[in-house]
């Protein structure tokens, strides 16, 4: 128990200081800029990164697991041209639906089969599958396909009220209804607990009898439906199905990940992370909209720094830790295979 | 354990206090950067002093222009985001909020959402594609402010959601530089024709293509015999053209959708030892300052003007619009095709 | 008959052979499907072809996988070369403008070691994960080419810069000399000094190797020092062939590209044995992979899906569980 504790209350700090940066970010940006301080721009927030919410945390199971998707992004934009093509051929806003999370499931799963059947690497695997998805796409049509499906539009623009005017969109239940359930899956199921173990050290986790391959073909699977449920989300957004969607959005969906706290070396995160770190990117980029005058490269640099830190404040704590374990190991040894053997 | 946790937490108020800095530090940075091309810098201070005032709108009549645009992806960009800033950030009736997408659509939609929260006066936009904006345009209908778009056009139908289209019409560009090639080489000639296209589904792509392809289909000699993405930029515009010239010689005409491309083609094609100019016609479109350069240096043909400057009338259009008066769904922008001696003449204005 | 398998089978092994068949069966069909593809013409004193091509085409990327090959032997990687290589080539067009061609080429060359210090920091010293570490660097990299080159398109007109990317050499292209150039050093820095070894003892365990008495910290910062040097030479390249720096779109994917030739290569991304011949053939394979598509005149839309196959195929085949699936159990029993 006593060696239990400190982990937990390690984990909390990260997500504690997204948290508190999350505050004093949208603190800074009410002092500094008008109408900055309103509830509706802290939903729009939510409005505006329902897909990138959805997609983070299914990236943050499978890099628990330790592994990588990269082909996420691609999903999505396949899935937003896979619905416009469907319904320019008259089906219905419940076939689409179902068409899209089989879609994501069978890519997952088959990405998932090949990275464990074959001994293949996770990133070459994804890779790959990122190519494809996009390339399908782009086969599918090198047009956007507008979509007048009346369903989908009334979701789109359906507002549900919050309080007074401020609204939220369907997404955003969506987004949030996504990150509870991912969350208790992670705590109270077998799978969960497996995809941590096997994360922190994949050969104890099999020697202690746990199906590796099982495991590892879902949590893809998982990642390929968190991906389809996004891009339904994204169709949603923009009515439209377009093959250069989101290019590098994968990019974004790790860099959420790390800010919120979940390590790449796998097995260690709080899956409410991802969430407050698109948080913390969109508030920064909604300070710079509102600064008005920025460059683009502003974003970037900044959302870089924010990287940087935040990397580095996760290696103090995980070197802190090994200190207090293991004095005389991690005096000249922070690396990853010390972790491993502490988790 | 306590012992532990103490310089822990001191670590996070530092990383908290750093990111606070390098926020504050970043904008004061950007502010003075973003503005530094644009002659304008004096009213600089200014404006960014007046955004923390609280609704600027109403306090100090100035009227507040939202403008997002796309990215930073080409020269051509790059002029007319110095002419939109240009105009605004010059005349002290107006302020700008300009946003930067960097080519995602998802990032155009939240600066407006950012800008309707704001209760800007207009909104500009440069859509990255055609589809995808009646949610967040309807938002800005039914907060009351009028949105104008620049030089590319969302889907039809939802003529109702924005106030006047200002740009160019990239079908007619196809189709003028065409018209060129054929009074130049004859309605009755032979000739083999490459197209590098744009970025594979990008609009100015799409229509580029459609209006030259329409405008040759009557003229049984002009074949296009190859046509490949050159992504708008001179390395894969280079790399494309030199991959077709090993395999056939036999070609009298490169049509690049934009002028880097031709740039790059122009080189692909000395290197393999023919002249660009005399033995294949180029022919490019934007009128970027490099093409003219080219033009006059008898390596290139003709480029079809696509104007970036763009500022002016917008501005116009915004105060139109606030005085009342009810303006053309479609502004076009005014532009030339240049070849030859006219384009040598006009070399020494060019801005871009 | 069991011996004559067995032999084959340890071929198979060798992990060279295979980047090698997958090229050996593009040219095969390229010699089928596309006449032409192998004719070399000889005027002006140079060399010209579709061969010629992919060797100077295939430059930046064999240059950036060489270096590649390195960290990932280390079981890292280095997703930021695409933006080094935009910072170097912006940083070598920006000093030509007031200062001679050496110059320009030390400060293009000493900003890509910087950026890769910069990374190998992070990553030893720190210990912060390899893709992470470069992440940041790849988010940044490109925010800092477009300070240098001011957001535009910068060019020059220097003879002696551009000859980097477009000149010749005894009538090859410049570029096939600078492919050998850094696989001859990086070679005899493998097979000829110790640094060769501790890379591979470093990737197959760190705890290992510093019990044995290296030092995985200066190992690993050297190994992204020369990532960073190797994407500044391609950046070099690059900018010269075209005369010109473009902050945005210079390299842009091309870390992909690298770690695929690498891994096409036989390197395993779990570290351990590097092949630098390997990764070579790699390169060119997925060059010429590129320019087949393209003289085939391929629909633009269908590149990435021909890629994404030949990908899937040619790393199956390399999986030593897939090709498992092909030799009937009854014999495997027998060699083994």
């Keep these: ?343 | ?352 | 008959m069991a011996n004559l398998t067995a032999s084959v089978r340890n071929i198979g092994r060798n992990p060279i052979i295979w980047p090698l068949l997958a090229l050996a069966l593009l040219m095969i069909f390229n010699l089928i499907a596309i006449p032409g593809f192998f004719s070399i013409e000889f005027h002006d004193g140079r060399l010209f072809g579709s061969v010629v091509d992919i060797l100077k085409n295939a430059s930046p990327l064999a240059i950036i996988a060489l270096g590649m090959t390195l960290v990932i032997a280390l079981e890292g990687i280095d997703i930021s070369v695409g933006s080094v290589l935009a910072i170097a080539g912006a940083m070598g067009i920006f000093m030509l403008d007031g200062y001679p061609t050496w110059i320009a080429i030390l400060a293009a060359l000493g900003i890509g070691v910087l950026c890769g210090l910069w990374n190998g920091m992070l990553i030893s010293i720190l210990g912060i994960q390899p893709m992470v570490a470069t992440l940041i660097l790849l988010t940044i990299g490109r925010g800092i080419a477009q300070l240098i080159t001011g957001g535009r398109i910068i060019d020059t007109t220097s003879a002696s810069y551009t000859f980097l990317g477009k000149g010749y050499f005894l009538g090859l292209p410049i570029q096939a000399f600078l492919i050998l150039i850094v696989f001859a050093l990086l070679y005899v820095l493998k097979t000829r000094t110790a640094f060769g070894l501790f890379v591979e003892s470093v990737g197959g365990s760190k705890t290992a190797s510093r019990y044995a008495g290296i030092r995985p910290r200066s190992i690993m910062m050297i190994s992204y020092a020369i990532v960073g040097a190797c994407a500044s030479v391609a950046g070099i390249i690059v900018s010269a062939n075209l005369g010109s720096a473009d902050a945005n779109n210079a390299g842009l994917w091309i870390e992909l590209d690298a770690i695929l030739a690498v891994v096409i290569g036989g390197t395993s991304m779990r570290g351990g044995r590097f092949y630098l011949g390997g990764t070579v053939i790699g390169a060119l394979f997925i060059q010429s992979l590129t320019t087949t598509i393209y003289s085939l005149g391929v629909p633009a839309e269908s590149i990435l899906l021909v890629k994404a196959i030949v990908v899937i195929l040619v790393c199956l085949i390399q999986s030593e569980a897939f090709r498992k699936l092909f030799v009937p159990v009854g014999k495997k029993a027998i060699i083994e």
């Design chain 2, 1 to 352: 354990m306590k012992r532990q946790r103490k310089p822990l937490l001191a670590l996070i108020a530092l990383l908290v206090m750093t990111m606070l800095a390098t926020a504050c530090g970043g904008n004061n940075n950007g502010g003075n950067k973003g503005s530094s091309p644009a002659p304008a810098s004096a009213e600089t201070p200014s404006s960014s002093k007046a955004s923390e005032e609280p609704s600027p709108s109403a306090s100090n009549g100035k009227l507040v222009v939202g403008f997002a645009q796309i990215g930073q992806e080409s020269g051509w960009r790059d002029a007319e985001t110095a002419s939109v800033k240009e105009t605004f950030e010059g005349d002290p009736g107006f302020e700008l909020k300009f946003s930067d997408a960097q080519q995602k659509q998802e990032n155009q939609i939240k600066a407006i959402r950012t800008f309707i929260a704001q209760k800007v006066d207009a909104i500009a936009l440069a859509p990255v594609v055609e589809s995808g904006w009646e949610t967040v345009l309807k938002e800005a209908k039914d907060a009351g402010i009028p949105v104008f778009l620049l030089d590319r056009g969302i889907t039809k139908g939802n003529e109702d959601l924005y106030v006047s289209f200002i740009g160019s019409d990239f079908i007619l560009e196809g189709q003028n530089a065409a018209k060129w090639m054929i009074d130049e080489l004859g309605a009755d000639a032979q000739v083999n024709i490459v197209q590098l296209e744009g970025t594979v589904g990008a609009s100015a792509a799409n229509d580029r293509k459609k209006g030259f392809e329409d405008a040759i289909k009557d003229h049984a000699g002009y074949k296009i015999v190859y046509s490949q993405t050159g992504d708008f930029t001179r390395a894969k515009g280079k790399e494309v053209m030199e991959a077709y010239l090993k395999k056939d010689k036999n070609i009298q005409a490169v049509y690049a959708h934009n002028d880097d491309m031709a740039l790059g083609a122009i080189q692909a094609i000395e290197e393999a030892g023919l002249k660009p100019g005399t033995d294949i016609k180029i022919i490019g479109v934007d009128g970027i300052k490099p093409a003219f350069e080219a033009i006059a240096a008898g390596k290139m043909n003709v480029t079809v003007e696509c104007n970036p400057l763009l500022g002016p009338q917008l501005k116009q259009a915004i105060l139109d619009t606030k005085a009342g008066t009810k303006l053309e769904k479609w502004i076009k922008s005014d532009e030339d095709v240049y070849s030859g001696q006219k384009a040598i003449d006009a070399l020494p204005n060019r801005k871009y």
């Design chain 1, 1 to 343: 128990m006593n060696r239990l504790t400190p982990r937990i209350s390690h984990n909390n700090i990260v997500i504690l200081a997204t948290l508190l940066l999350l505050i004093v970010l949208y603190g800074a940006g009410s002092v500094q800029y008008t109408g900055f301080f309103s509830l509706q721009v802290f939903l729009n927030l939510f409005i505006d990164n329902a897909y990138l919410i959805i997609v983070a945390t299914g990236m943050a199971f499978v890099i628990i697991s330790g592994g990588i998707d990269l082909s996420v992004a691609s999903l999505v934009a396949l899935v937003s041209m896979v619905s416009g093509d469907l319904f320019a051929h008259g089906a219905n806003a419940g076939t689409v639906v179902a068409a899209s999370l089989a879609l994501g499931i069978a890519f997952g799963a088959g990405q998932g089969y090949l990275i464990y059947r074959f001994q293949l690497h996770p990133w070459i695997v994804t890779l790959a599958g990122m190519f494809l998805a996009r390339g399908i796409s782009f086969l599918i049509s090198s047009e956007s396909i507008v979509i007048t499906n009346e369903t989908y539009v009334k979701l789109s623009q359906h507002k549900i009220h919050v309080w007074g005017q401020n609204f939220v969109s369907v997404s955003v239940l969506i987004a949030l209804a996504v990150v509870i359930a991912v969350l208790l899956v992670a705590k109270f199921t077998f799978f969960g607990r497996a995809v941590y173990a096997m994360g922190g050290n994949e050969k104890s986790a099999a020697l202690m009898g746990l199906p590796i391959a099982r495991t590892t073909v879902l949590v893809y699977t998982l990642s390929g439906f968190c991906s389809a449920l996004g891009g339904i989300v994204f169709t949603l957004y923009t009515l439209s199905g377009y093959s250069l969607h989101l290019m590098g959005m994968e990019m974004e969906a790790i860099a959420a990940c790390v800010i919120g706290g979940i390590l790449l070396t796998g097995g260690f995160g709080y899956l409410i992370g991802p969430m407050l770190g698109v948080l913390c990117t969109g508030i920064i980029q909604t300070i710079i909209m509102f600064q008005g005058t920025l460059s683009s490269w502003w974003t970037k640099i900044a959302i870089g720094l924010l990287l940087f830190l935040f990397m580095a404040l996760q290696r103090v704590i995980v070197m802190r830790k090994e200190k207090s374990r293991n004095p005389v190991s991690s005096m000249n040894s922070p690396n990853s295979e010390n972790k491993i053997v502490n988790l």
